[in-house]
Structures are given as structure tokens and as C-alpha cells.
């Protein structure tokens, strides 16, 4: 019998947050909502139980959904990014981190002084807990239909064990998962998504993502 898996997003209450909330909770995965207010995040789960219909989703603030999963995913935007990192190293401990947030001034991408956000939040957690990188380049409004065929995501950290669960899981919300490396290669996927944002405002769309070939069959 398969594990239950529990999953806080923090800053969940976003667009990438909400969306990504409604995929997990679809195939069975309990899902925490996390938020600096927590009347905000249960009114966003309230909003998405009218979509789910059933399922698996709360809202909390950052903490208390940081302690209550197993695997935790960043999604707050990069301005907050080290700070709520650093306010939240104590629960993060002994979970895996799962870094979705892209270091993004005016919609350009920039290199933070660690290297990517994914280094810069290992950084800071150290050995406390493994941070792997994945999500940065996917279509918020394509996760929010059930029925959108959804981009390959690359993932990408120093800890394979852990970055094989993270992979496990994404291809749950229907995705394709593509082992990316190292932590060290988190600049080139957070860099991308600035050029999936320019290709949306260029051609008027809002599903620019990316796609692997040449690797035969792969899932």
C-alpha cells in the first residue's frame, strides 16, 4: 500500500501555489496551504474545495504546514525568499525542500549572490534538510486545468534519493520529470523561466513551457 504523502506549499496562496495545490490534491496527495496569514489561506482552500469538489487540502500558516508534511515547496516570491527560508529552518528540518521560486526583477531573471535560489536556500538550511529545485518553468495557468497537457520538468539537486521522491511525485500532477544534475545547474532552470516569460508576451500566450526530445521513451 502506497504512502500517504503530505505536501506543504508555502506561499501557497499565490498563482503557481494555488494551481499546483489543485493537481496534488486530484490523485490523492494531502496538501497544506501555507501563508504568513492564515485567515488567507483558508479562504484560497475554500475557493479550491469549491473546483475539488473532495480531497485532501488545508489551509495554515507557514509553520504549522511546514510541520505537518513531509515535503515542502517554496513558492513565495524571491524578495521573501531567504527570509522566510531562515524564519523557517527549524521546521524545515528533516524535510525535503522542494525550491520553485525564480530570482526575477521586473520579469527579468538575474544570478543571486549564491549562485540560484535553490543554492541560496541550501545555504542557508545547511545540512538540516536536502533542497531540491523543480517547477520553475511551468504554465500556473495550465496547472489550474486538469485537462492541459503540462511541459517537462527539469529538477535538478545535490541529493539523488531525495530528488528521485521529488520526481515521484511531480509525475502525479501528469508531468514528465527529467533528472537536470546537480544544484550547481539551478541558475541555468530558474534563468529560463525569464525566457518562457518574454516568449508569452511575445506571442500572447500564457502556456510557453518547456519540452525534452531525443531522449526516446520517457516518463
Do not use: W
Amino acid at each position: 500500500m502506497e504512502k500517504d504523502i503530505n505536501i506543504a506549499i508555502v506561499g501557497g496562496t499565490g498563482s503557481l501555489g494555488s494551481a499546483l495545490a489543485l493537481r496534488l490534491v486530484a490523485p490523492g496527495v494531502r496538501v497544506i496551504i501555507g501563508s504568513r496569514d492564515r485567515e488567507k489561506a483558508r479562504t484560497v482552500v475554500e475557493s479550491l474545495r469549491k473546483i475539488l469538489g473532495k480531497g485532501s487540502l488545508e489551509g495554515e500558516t507557514n509553520q504549522e504546514a511546514v510541520q505537518e508534511a513531509e515535503f515542502v515547496v517554496i513558492a513565495v516570491p524571491y524578495g521573501g525568499h531567504a527570509t522566510t527560508i531562515a524564519q523557517l529552518k527549524g521546521q524545515l528540518a528533516g524535510k525535503t525542500v522542494i525550491d520553485a521560486v525564480v530570482p526575477l526583477k521586473k520579469g527579468r531573471p538575474f544570478v543571486p549572490l549564491a549562485g540560484s535560489a535553490l543554492m541560496e536556500a541550501q545555504e542557508i538550511l545547511g545540512d538540516e534538510a536536502p533542497v531540491i529545485g523543480a517547477l520553475h518553468n511551468i504554465s500556473a495557468v495550465d496547472l489550474q486545468s486538469p485537462d492541459a497537457s503540462l511541459g517537462d520538468i527539469l529538477v535538478c539537486g545535490d541529493n539523488d534519493a531525495a530528488k528521485q521522491k521529488v520526481m515521484e511525485i511531480i509525475h502525479k500532477i501528469g508531468a514528465r520529470t527529467f533528472d537536470a544534475g546537480p544544484a550547481a545547474n539551478g541558475y541555468v532552470i530558474e534563468g529560463l523561466t525569464g525566457v518562457l516569460i518574454y516568449l508569452n508576451r511575445k506571442y500572447k500566450s500564457k502556456h510557453a513551457s518547456v519540452k525534452v526530445t531525443g531522449i526516446g521513451d520517457h516518463k
